[in-house]
């Protein structure tokens, strides 16, 4: 099993990343997934529900494995059977999913293939000992190639001869395991032959420093985030089991759909069009209300506005369906995307350097106001003018077609449960009502008046706003909450409500104590 992954893994990194089977059949795992239960990975295992599922697959692999082994004690057909029927799937998955060409289902043919021949060769070694010595000291060979049975005069034959086989049967194991490690490894650094670090370092250079964060952005000191968020902190959600890593020169976007004439870019054409610049902070329709899936950074790119009067639109069409790379699919409203300051991007930049992989390098969508999932498309090769009709990734699974990001406020400090001495102390956190910009930011302890927070200093309004409240908590335990009013006069309610279908609601509350 571990030489199929392995000379799968080696095989996928002279097609694409994603064709190795380990990665194909997660992704088409993550695809028939029922959204209930991604709802509860994502809750519980957050940014490394990945990792996660990657680690179960493996534990079940390995699981298999042992059953296939134990079930082949006599002949090698049911470990046969396991192994083919694993590859069939592997292919299948590989040839289904909207990612990946027909040619990427040869790493799953290699794994098949190479799986069968080395799990037979070596069955027949363990099942085929060369040669033993009887008790009375005749050489004899025993057993056939492929059968493990042994006559019953020869039970003494079998014992000792079987502790030699067992012998040649764990080294050649063990030699097998190790190829196939290094068959992955190769594979991985075949992947990143790509040169995306190059790329990255190139464009890189063409991307503008952040301007200065206004004084007082941000209360950092005492215990906001700081009001940029470094790219290693920035938050990550996707569908993508492996970040894709995509050469410079083989990107491409085509723009196409209900337009008057069609466009495909290159990056260099791309990079020729007018740019801007724009500090925003994006956040995931699924962050729960104190949830951290909000941060904000300066992205540097072209106005998508622009690129839609260059093509021209035709009248009925509705939205952008956009395509990454990798089959992600998203449909951000266009009356948004054609709003005069809204400033939606298709960036390259982020905080001073080309887009991190993760991020969407070479480029992505960023739309202010919008949540990720409708309106920020990483890796992104395709944006075709359509109706509502067509649906999008996350629409299946029964999330909206609009989602304006809700106004929303959490409290960093104190932390839940935190412990500090009783007497004045200082409560911060973060409220966001992306593009319409942060009013008035409210706290209460234990359900007594509400006490305006003081509020950091605007950088824009589609920026997230620090506040503080200094507090005086008598000894003993507390519930501190917070709610936010945006500039159209709206304050955020009580009542919690869950992030499906166009994101959560209600009031953030800790509980802490003073002593
Ligand atoms: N290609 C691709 N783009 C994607 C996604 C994805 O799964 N695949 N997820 C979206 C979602 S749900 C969000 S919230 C944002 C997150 O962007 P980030 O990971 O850079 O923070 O990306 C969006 N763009
Ligand atoms: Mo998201």
Not at 125 to 146: E, W, Y
Not at 454 to 468: H, I, K, S
Request: charged content about 20%.
């Amino acid at each position: 099993m571990a030489f199929a992954l392995g000379a799968g893994h080696l095989a996928s990194g002279f097609t694409s990343p994603n064709a190795s089977p380990y990665l194909a059949v997660g992704n088409t795992a993550i695809d028939f997934t029922p959204e209930p239960v991604k709802q509860f990975a994502i809750r519980q295992f957050g940014e490394s529900d990945k990792l996660v599922l990657l680690g179960g697959m493996g534990l079940v692999i390995l699981l298999l494995a042992v059953i296939a082994g134990l079930l082949s004690r006599r002949t090698a057909t049911p470990g046969l059977v396991i192994i083919g029927a694993f590859g069939v799937i592997g292919v299948i998955a590989a040839l289904f999913r909207r990612d990946l060409a027909v040619p990427d289902a040869l790493p799953a043919a290699v794994a098949l293939v190479s799986g069968l021949g080395v799990f037979g060769w070596l069955h027949r070694l363990a099942s085929r000992p060369a040669t033993a010595h009887r008790p009375d000291g005749n050489t004899v060979t025993a057993g056939d190639a492929g059968s493990g049975e042994t006559g019953g005069d020869d039970t003494a034959t079998a014992a000792t001869s079987s502790t030699a086989s067992r012998r040649t049967f764990v080294l050649a194991a063990a030699g097998v395991t190790v190829v196939a490690g290094g068959a992955a490894a190769g594979g991985r650094l075949l992947t990143n032959r790509s040169g995306v670090d190059a790329a990255r370092t190139e464009v890189g250079r063409i991307v503008p420093a952040n301007p200065p964060v206004p004084r007082g952005a941000d209360f950092a000191s005492q215990g906001t985030p700081s009001f940029i968020t470094p790219n290693k902190d920035f938050y990550r959600v996707d569908t993508a089991l492996s970040v894709p890593r995509i050469r410079l020169d083989d990107w491409r976007l085509r723009i196409h759909g209900m337009v008057d004439k069609e466009l495909t870019l290159g990056f260099d054409d791309l990079i020729t069009r007018r740019v801007e610049q724009r500090t925003v902070t994006m956040t995931c329709v699924s962050n729960q209300v104190g949830g951290d899936y909000v941060s904000t950074a300066t992205f540097t790119g072209v106005p998508i506005r622009d690129l839609l009067d260059e093509v021209g639109v035709r009248s009925g069409a509705e939205q952008v369906f956009s395509t990454s790379v990798d089959g992600y699919t998203a449909g951000t409203p266009l009356d948004v995307l054609r709003e005069a300051d809204r400033g939606a991007l298709l960036a390259y930049g982020m905080n001073g350097e080309a887009l991190p992989a993760e991020h969407g390098f070479p480029v992505r969508m960023v739309t202010p106001g919008l949540y990720g999932y409708l309106s920020a498309t990483k890796w992104l090769a395709d944006m075709e003018l359509t109706t509502f009709d067509k649906q999008t990734y996350w629409e299946e699974r029964g999330w909206a077609e609009r989602a304006p990001i809700k106004t929303q406020s959490r409290i960093d400090r104190p932390q839940p449960f935190q412990k500090f001495p009783a007497g004045k102390f200082t409560v911060a956190g973060v409220a966001w009502a992306q593009p319409t910009g942060i009013e008035r930011v409210e706290v209460r302890v234990d359900g007594g008046p509400w006490q305006q927070a003081d509020l950091a200093t605007e950088v824009n309004e589609q920026t997230w706003r620090m506040w503080r409240a200094e507090i005086e908590f008598p000894p003993g335990g507390h519930d501190i909450e917070c709610r936010a009013t945006d500039k159209s006069g709206y304050t955020q309610q009580a009542r919690r409500v869950p992030p499906v279908p166009d994101g959560a609601t209600g009031w953030h509350s800790i509980f802490c104590t003073a002593t």
